[in-house]
């Protein structure tokens, strides 16, 4: 079983900043892809952006230019900087990363933080 734990979502005003983290545990062998979607309630669930082992980043163009995702392999963690925030940037932000165990291949989502951008 693979835990996903999500920190640092918030209230902050437009133009701001704030910087989300999601620390994975548990039976890991090997972490593939991490990934930030966010959702609003009564719509589907987006995808934010994606970062795979080696690097590679993909963004909704809603963020581009704004948002940067990062990760560190060593620490199992997956970080998601938000700048420049928007009211349409409230959502709340769910980790999502695919893996395998020492048994099979599995895909975990964390428990969601709230970000909500208002004056």
């Known amino acids: 079983q693979v835990q996903l734990v999500e920190s640092g979502g918030g209230l902050v005003q437009p133009g701001g900043s704030l910087r989300l983290s999601c620390v994975a545990s548990g039976s890991i062998f090997t972490i593939y892809d991490m990934g930030w979607y966010r959702q609003v309630l009564g719509k589907q669930r987006e995808l934010v952006a994606v970062?795979?082992?080696?690097?590679?980043?993909n963004y909704a163009d809603s963020v581009k230019g704004r948002f940067t995702i990062s990760r560190d392999n060593a620490e199992n963690t997956v970080y998601l900087q938000m700048n420049s925030l928007k009211p349409e940037d409230t959502a709340v932000y769910y980790c999502n990363v695919g893996f395998t165990t020492t048994t099979m291949p599995g895909r975990s989502w964390g428990q969601g933080t709230q970000v909500t951008v208002s004056s």
């Open positions: 970062i795979s082992p080696g690097g590679s980043t």
